[in-house]
């Protein structure tokens, strides 16, 4: 936890400058109205900013680490708030330069988070997700990664575009993650994952950026008479393996 993942992760993905911008703005803007501050909506807004913040600071001090930038999601609408609050206090023929500006200083990492490779660590989950979609067939198997961070495991593409699988056989799935009291699905053990694997003619395997492939070793599966086709996706890659 440091300035960077609090001030800048929290609320503008990875646009520092966009961050800086708004501090500065909100600096002024609360300067133009120090004489009526705590009078105002601007204290109901800086608090709602500043005690969730050093809420997590102190609870990490005491407790330990606790802090993911999605914690303080729920203080944008605050900042969005002090924003508005600061260009009011410009002068008129300012607010709409101002208000460009910000806009233009967004769009990078708007246009950044919309695009094929916007998701956690650049995943390309929808083109993934697209071509599982577009060529797999009812019945097919599908076996995500499952290894590593949470967040960066290929298995969120199911989450993600849940319709591109939903005619396919889960082989690893044993309790949905809202069955689960997390945010994760519950997954049977390997073993038995390899074994249902062996069952199917045709399994698709998406693999993550930790190139850990799940399911049966790829000298089993050629054992039993399968081949590979390999399509990549920037640093993912997604297997179709097919009984000969």
Same mark, same amino acid.
């Given at each position: 936890?440091?300035?960077?993942?609090?001030?800048?992760?929290?609320?503008? *993905?990875?646009?520092?400058?966009?961050?800086?911008?708004?501090?500065?703005? $909100? @600096?002024? %803007? #609360?300067?133009? /109205?120090? !004489?009526?501050?705590?009078?105002?909506?601007?204290?109901?807004?800086?608090?709602?900013?500043?005690?969730?913040?050093?809420?997590?600071?102190?609870?990490?001090?005491?407790?330990?680490?606790?802090?993911?930038?999605?914690?303080?999601?729920?203080?944008?609408?605050?900042?969005?708030?002090?924003?508005?609050?600061?260009?009011?206090?410009?002068?008129?023929?300012?607010?709409?330069?101002?208000?460009?500006?910000?806009?233009?200083?967004?769009?990078?990492?708007?246009?950044?988070?919309?695009?094929?490779?916007?998701?956690?660590?650049?995943?390309?989950?929808?083109?993934? *997700?697209?071509?599982?979609?577009?060529?797999?067939?009812?019945?097919?198997? $599908? @076996?995500? %990664? #499952?290894?590593? /961070?949470? !967040?960066?495991?290929?298995?969120?593409?199911?989450?993600?575009?849940?319709?591109?699988?939903?005619?396919?056989?889960?082989?690893?799935?044993?309790?949905?993650?809202?069955?689960?009291?997390?945010?994760?699905?519950?997954?049977?053990?390997?073993?038995?994952?390899?074994?249902?694997?062996?069952?199917?003619?045709?399994?698709?395997?998406?693999?993550?950026?930790?190139?850990?492939?799940?399911?049966?070793?790829?000298?089993?599966?050629?054992?039993?008479?399968?081949?590979?086709?390999?399509?990549?996706?920037?640093?993912?890659?997604?297997?179709?393996?097919?009984?000969?």
């Amino acid at each position: 936890m440091n300035p960077y993942t609090i001030g800048v992760e929290s609320f503008f *993905a990875n646009a520092w400058w966009l961050a800086g911008a708004v501090l500065a703005l $909100i @600096l002024v %803007g #609360a300067m133009m /109205t120090r !004489s009526t501050l705590l009078g105002s909506p601007w204290l109901l807004f800086l608090l709602w900013t500043a005690i969730p913040v050093v809420s997590i600071l102190l609870a990490t001090l005491i407790a330990g680490p606790l802090f993911t930038p999605r914690y303080l999601s729920f203080v944008s609408p605050a900042i969005g708030a002090l924003v508005g609050l600061s260009i009011a206090t410009l002068r008129r023929q300012w607010r709409t330069a101002v208000s460009v500006t910000l806009v233009v200083a967004a769009l990078p990492s708007y246009l950044q988070a919309r695009s094929e490779d916007g998701k956690p660590g650049g995943q390309p989950l929808r083109e993934v *997700a697209g071509f599982i979609g577009e060529h797999a067939t009812p019945g097919d198997a $599908i @076996l995500f %990664g #499952a290894s590593g /961070t949470v !967040s960066l495991r290929p298995r969120i593409a199911l989450a993600a575009y849940p319709r591109q699988f939903e005619h396919l056989d889960d082989i690893a799935l044993r309790d949905p993650w809202p069955e689960t009291g997390s945010y994760s699905d519950r997954l049977k053990p390997e073993q038995a994952v390899a074994a249902a694997e062996l069952k199917h003619e045709r399994v698709w395997v998406v693999v993550g950026a930790d190139r850990v492939m799940p399911g049966a070793p790829v000298s089993v599966l050629r054992a039993e008479g399968f081949h590979v086709r390999v399509k990549r996706f920037g640093e993912m890659k997604v297997l179709e393996w097919v009984r000969a």
